[in-house]
């Protein structure tokens, strides 16, 4: 069930209306079953799995109050990468004496990461351990959170599951305002920008350098308004149900180099591997199994291996793997110029800042091409080579008549075979993309990356702005469906 369906409003509505009116020890077992039936109707097959992995984390998180407190937390650290790396990586050995590919859960890398952190954060002492199996379980199953994230702290959502939840009208229409710039993000923007980059990047052999770039390009912004407009209809959720779940994006794109683009893009992760991955290898005392010859692991080290590794846990492909070396060498790289030419200056003009802005995206967008390939659905058949072929295509076809007639065809094969209406989806993306990334502006600049709903409700026509992320929401289904005599439209009614 896809958190933009119009199922999905229906399941919430429901979800909410019992829940906000049930007795207070009844609101977790009931939202635990409600977030179970939502993962059953997505993915029913793996519902035990999730099941499993709660119950492993609950027993191992109780053996922390016992005597062999270190052994248990590493069976349940060692037990978790275990299952997920199984899943991820179980297709390898397709065909292999054979072997049949297991399925992977959906979310699991999601809610094994917060177990994981659950773990470490009741050992140290950081948070109690969760002595109710349904709190514990609703942790990591919420069905908010458990398909996409964000991944959230135990020691900031289990108190939240003990307390009494009522209709709150202030949080209400702050969650109202998150989910219409949520749904816009996510229709509007995104799976609209999809039609084109879904028709380019399996014929890409096809079009010129001009129209490949611009595919590039509007595959980032389509994976960043994709997974920024999910993680705000989440917390929209959230603020439904009484709950608050932390912010996930905080507009990354106006970042002027990669140590600030990872503070603000998908932070749940990046803060994630900063506390239990970098920290724990910076600190790592080596002077033991180096026999002294070297205390600590170089910074540069550390950081390299963890955006190395990052690209590991994003997928199981060798396009992933570069994807992640290509992190690795960014940070690296500006980490070392640092080093060489000092730390930036606080106040440097707009143009210098910009510029940095523009190569910071530059960059991420070369990465994204491999990410997109990492990606692809196994009908397109992209492989490692084909991303390598496809940013060498970067240099072919720079003819201004070319891009023009490419562009006209990659839409009209791949969308909708009507002239007219090419040229009504180039129109609403323009408009769109403008709106979005306007208020993505606004919020970096005039309101300091306050949340997004502040933002919206700062603004001096917040109502007209909220009208028209409605009616813009509203066409972006329509468009996608190629207008309402196609039966596609349906789609956005099913689970």
Known sequence: MSLQSFGFFGFLLVVAAVYLHLPRRAQSPFLLAASWLFYWLAMPSMLPVTIAIAALTYLCGRALEGPR????????????????????YNGAFAGLA??????????????????????????RGDCEVEKDPVHCALFLNFFATVTQGPICRAGALLPQFRQEHRFDAGRTVRGLRLMALGLFKLVAVSDVLGVLVD????????????????????????LYFNFSGYSEVARAVGLFLGL?????????????????????????????????????LAWADLSGPTRGRLARLPAEACVFTVFFLSGFWHGNT??????????????????????????????????VLWAKRAVVFALWCVSMVFFRVGSAPAAEAL??????????????????????????S??????????????????????ALA??????????????????????????????????????LLAGYILQSGGFGNAGFGMYAGF
């Open 69 to 88: 407190k270190t052994a248990a937390l590493r069976a349940g650290v060692a037990g978790l990468l275990a299952v997920l790396a199984f899943f991820k």
């Open 244 to 280: 608050d779940l932390p912010e996930n994006f905080k507009t990354p794109f106006f970042a002027t180099n990669f140590s600030g683009f990872w503070s603000r893009w998908h932070i749940s992760f990046s803060s994630w591997l900063q506390d239990y991955l970098f920290l724990p």
């Open 98 to 123: 054979g072997w049949q590919a297991v399925a992977m859960p959906l979310g699991i890398s999601f809610y094994s990461f917060a177990a994981i952190a659950y773990l470490i954060d009741a050992a």
């Open 383 to 408: 492989t490692t080579a084909d991303a390598f072929g496809y940013l060498a295509g970067w240099c072919r076809g720079w003819s201004p008549a070319r891009f023009a007639g490419e562009l006209y």
């Open 199 to 222: 028709q380019v990047f399996p014929h890409y052999r096809d079009y010129g350098g001009p129209l490949l770039i611009l595919a590039a390009v509007a595959y980032t912004l389509q």
């Open 318 to 351: 060798l396009p992933f793997v570069i994807w992640g070396l290509l992190q690795a060498c960014y940070r690296l790289g500006e980490e070392l110029l640092h080093r060489r030419l000092g730390k930036p200056k606080k106040k440097v003009p707009a143009r």
């Open 435 to 472: 709106l979005a990334l306007r208020l993505d502006a606004r919020r970096a600049f005039r309101y300091k990356n306050k949340p997004s709903e502040v933002a919206l409700a700062g603004e001096k026509h917040r109502w007209a702005l909220y009208y028209l992320l409605v009616i813009f």
């Open 410 to 431: 990659a839409v009209y094969t791949g969308f909708y075979a009507n002239a007219i209406m090419v040229a009504g989806y180039y129109a609403f993306l323009l408009a």
